[in-house]
C-alpha cells in the first residue's frame, strides 16, 4: 500500500513540467548505476586485491582526493555553465568504472580510475542540489530534492536487485556488473543532453570565501569526517569481521533504499516545515546512537547478534544521508548573492573532503595499531558531539518571497 501510494505520487511529479522530468530521469539513471556500483564494490576490493585495514583507509586518498579539487574544477569550468558541466560529469563516471572493470590488473592502477569515477561523481554533488532547486520555489526547495532523490533510490533497488539475482542465481561475475553500471552513467549523459542548457547571465565568482558562511564551512567539514569513517569502515567490517558478501551487501542496499524511500520524503518535508536547524539536531543525536552500535555490539552481543547489529547501523547511518540535503537548503537561504550558490556548495563539497582524506588514512592505522576496529566508531562518537554543538548555532533569517 505505501510503496503504491509512492508510485502514484512519482507519476504525478513526473508530470510536473519537461526539465524536471528530464532531471527525474537522470536521477534515475545514477541511481541505478550506483545501486549497482555500490553493492559490489567493498567485496569486489577484498576478492581482487586482498587489501588490508591500512590499505583501505589509504584508498581513501585517492577517491576523496578528487572531492577535495571539486571547487577548483566547478571554478574553472563554470562557463560551462550547470548542466553542460553535469553531462561531463556523468562520463567520468563512465571511463571510471570501465577501467576500473577491464584496465585495472594491478591495485595502483585501480586506483588511477577510481580517482577519474570519483571526480565525476564529486563534481556532481554540488551540482545536483544547485539545478533541482533552480527548477523549484524556495518555498518548496526540500520537496523538489526529496522527489529528485525518490527517483534515485526506486532506482537504487532495482539497481541492488540485479546484482543479488545475477550473483545469486547465474553467478555472475564483478566485471560485467561493472560495466552495466557504466551504461548507466551513458544513459543518465543523454537523458542531460536533452535539457536545456542553461546560459548564466553574469559571471559567476570561481572561488567564494565569506565569513557569512563559516558555520556551513564547519558543518561540511565535521559531516565529512563522520561520514567517511561509516563510509569506509562500516561496510569493511561487514565484509572482513562478518563475512557478509556481495548478494547480502544487495539485500542491504534494498533495505536502504526502501527506508530513504520515507525518510527522504519525511525531511523534504521537515526542512520546509520546521527548518534546517531541527533536521541536522535530530541527525547528529541519531548518528551519535549509530557510533555506539557500530563500537560496542561486538563487545556487547555474541558474533551472531553484532552482526545484525552492526548491519541494522549501517542501514540507519546510510539512510540518515538524506540529511544532506539540508546543508544545501541552509546554504541556498543564507547566501548573499544567488551568484555564490554553486561555488559555495563547491567549496563545501571540497571542504567536506579534507576530512574525506585524511580521516579514513588514520582510521586504518587506529584499526592496524589496535587490532580492532571499535576505537575508529568511538572516535566517530566524538565527532557525532561536535556535530551536534554547531548545528545548534543554524540561524536562517525571514524572509517574505523567494530570492
Known amino acids: ?37 555500490n553493492a ?33 574544477v566547478v571554478g574553472l569550468m563554470a562557463f560551462l555553465g550547470d548542466i553542460r558541466l553535469s553531462r561531463v560529469t556523468m562520463v567520468l563516471q563512465f571511463v571510471g568504472v570501465f577501467g576500473m572493470s577491464l584496465l585495472a590488473p594491478r591495485y595502483s592502477i585501480m586506483m588511477m580510475w577510481l580517482f577519474i569515477y570519483s ?45 543479488w539475482v545475477t550473483m545469486r542465481l547465474f553467478h555472475v ?10 551504461v548507466c552513467f551513458v544513459g543518465a549523459a543523454i537523458a542531460m543532453g536533452l535539457m536545456t ?21 564547519a558543518l561540511c567539514l565535521v559531516s565529512g569526517a563522520r561520514q567517511q569513517i561509516f563510509l569506509t569502515f562500516a561496510p569493511w567490517v561487514l565484509v572482513t569481521v562478518f563475512s557478509v558478501d556481495a548478494p547480502t551487501f544487495a539485500v ?57 547489529l552492526i548491519a ?23 547566501a548573499v548573492d544567488e551568484a555564490d550558490v554553486t561555488s559555495t556548495l563547491s567549496t563545501g563539497t571540497s571542504i567536506t573532503h579534507i576530512a574525506s582524506m585524511s580521516i579514513p588514512t588514520l582510521g586504518g592505522l587506529l584499526w592496524a595499531a589496535t587490532g580492532s576496529y571499535q ?11 561536535i556535530n551536534m554543538v554547531l548545528t545548534s548555532r543554524i540561524k536562517i533569517a525571514s524572509r517574505n518571497s523567494a530570492p
Open 1 to 37: 500500500m505505501v510503496f503504491s501510494a509512492f508510485l502514484d505520487k512519482l507519476k504525478i511529479d513526473v508530470r510536473d513540467d519537461r526539465e524536471f522530468s528530464l532531471y527525474l530521469l537522470v536521477g534515475f539513471m545514477l541511481g541505478l548505476g550506483n545501486g549497482i556500483y
Open 40 to 72: 559490489i564494490f567493498p567485496n569486489w576490493l577484498n576478492a581482487v586485491y586482498g587489501i588490508t585495514e591500512t590499505q583501505r583507509g589509504l584508498l581513501e586518498v585517492p577517491r576523496e582526493g578528487a572531492g577535495l579539487i571539486v571547487m577548483f
Open 119 to 163: 571526480l565525476g561523481s564529486h563534481v556532481f554533488m554540488p551540482l545536483t542540489s544547485k539545478i533541482g532547486m533552480s527548477l523549484s520555489t524556495r518555498e518548496h526547495f526540500g520537496m523538489r530534492l526529496a522527489r529528485y532523490a525518490a527517483f534515485g533510490l526506486v532506482a537504487g533497488i532495482i539497481g541492488n536487485g540485479v546484482v
Open 173 to 182: 561475475g564483478y566485471r560485467p556488473l561493472f560495466i552495466c553500471a557504466g
Open 197 to 217: 542548457p542553461d546560459r548564466p547571465t553574469h559571471r559567476r565568482p570561481k572561488f567564494v570565501f565569506r565569513k557569512q558562511y563559516s558555520l556551513y564551512y
Open 252 to 308: 542491504l542496499g534494498v533495505v536502504i533504499s526502501v527506508v530513504q524511500i520515507g525518510t527522504r520524503t519525511i525531511v523534504g518535508r521537515a526542512i520546509d516545515r520546521i527548518g534546517e536547524r531541527k533536521v541536522l539536531g535530530a541527525e547528529a543525536v541519531l548518528l551519535l546512537l549509530v557510533c555506539f552500535g557500530y563500537a560496542f555490539s561486538g563487545k556487547v552481543f555474541t558474533a551472531a547478534v553484532a552482526v545484525v
Open 312 to 334: 541494522a547501523c549501517y542501514v540507519l547511518d546510510s539512510s540518515m544521508s538524506v540529511v544532506e540535503m539540508a546543508r544545501s537548503t541552509y546554504m541556498r537561504k543564507i
Open 375 to 385: 576505537p575508529v566508531f568511538m572516535v566517530a562518537g566524538g565527532i557525532a558531539v
